[in-house]
């Protein structure tokens, strides 16, 4: 090659979180390819998520991070390759089946319904019916139950800012509706939560308190996938990251064996890590 690949360390494990690292991982992908007509997606990509940690994914545009997400979460069905949920090869067909095994999406466009309040955008798609004939009989919703609940879900997350789950959350600032977007995708007992660039549209505070809730989402047990440009939060909260470039990984580092430079270098292929193709 022309350019000059200084060759950088691999990444390894994260200091002081050993023990999470000798686990299975719980989402696994090995090879994955998809294409589209003569467009490559992914070329082979491999990808693990271990119990309990923040992987953040980081790449170049048409680096293949959406693809490689939608693969995982049953919006693509990818040509090739295996992907397997705690140890087991899992086949999504569509989003629904991947939520279902307890992975969660929240995208940046439409993570929330702005007219609807609070406590109706946690439950969308998966209303509560009262309990007895009134729900299976006459589908009667158990408003005052999902209300309760969601409370109690946002309130375990720490977003003391939201008082009031019927508040529409058209009234509600960018941040605090990425939150509700968040505690909807954690609050069913999932596994998994992917975002997708979940901070990009929003302030300096506003992107610290979804930040803040990445990590106590993490230090709840949950896996976090979390696709991100800004490198800054990616350094704050990352417990790994995996560099996506031109349909593939390029490597796996930590934000404490390598900086935002290295990273950087590695993604636009500058640098390569030690032994990667
Ligand atoms: N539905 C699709 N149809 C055609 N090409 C696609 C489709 N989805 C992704 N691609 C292509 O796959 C490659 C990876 O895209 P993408 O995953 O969106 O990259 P990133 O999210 O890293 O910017 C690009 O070349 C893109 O044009
Ligand atoms: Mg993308």
Avoid at 7 to 29: D, F, Q, R
Avoid at 129 to 143: A, E, N, Q
Wanted: glycine share 12%; aromatic share 4%; charged share 20%.
């Amino acid at each position: 090659m022309s350019t000059s690949t200084l060759e950088v360390a691999h990444g390894g494990i994260p200091a002081g979180k050993e023990e999470i690292y000798a686990k299975e991982p719980v989402l696994s992908a090995r090879k994955l390819v998809i294409t589209f007509g003569r467009v490559v997606g992914l070329d082979g990509v491999d990808l693990d998520l271990y119990p309990g940690e923040v992987l953040a994914v980081i790449g170049d545009n048409g680096a293949g991070k959406s693809t490689l997400i939608k693969c995982l979460t049953g919006a693509y069905v990818p040509d090739s390759g295996e992907i397997t949920l705690n140890g087991q090869p899992v086949h999504f067909k569509k989003p629904q089946d991947a939520r279902e095994a307890g992975i969660e999406t929240v995208y940046q466009q439409l993570a929330v319904i702005p007219a609807l309040d609070i406590a109706s955008n946690l439950y969308l798609a998966r209303e509560e019916r009262r309990p007895g004939p009134l729900g299976s009989v006459l589908r009667m919703l158990d408003k005052k139950g999902m209300e309760k609940r969601a409370g109690q879900s946002v309130q375990e997350l720490g977003i003391q800012t939201i008082q009031n789950m019927g508040q529409a959350v058209e009234t509600l600032s960018g941040g605090q509706r990425q939150a509700v977007a968040v505690a909807r995708a954690a609050a069913f007992g999932s596994k998994v939560v992917v975002l997708d660039e979940p901070t990009a549209a929003l302030g300096v505070k506003e992107s610290g308190m979804v930040l803040d809730m990445v990590k106590q989402l993490r230090d709840k047990g949950l896996s976090i996938i979390l696709i991100s440009h800004n490198m800054p939060h990616v350094w704050e909260v990352a417990d790994r990251i995996h560099i996506q470039r031109l349909g593939g990984r390029a490597g796996v580092i930590t934000p404490q064996t390598h900086d935002m430079g290295e990273g950087v270098a590695i993604m636009t292929g500058a640098k390569r890590l030690e032994g990667s193709s």
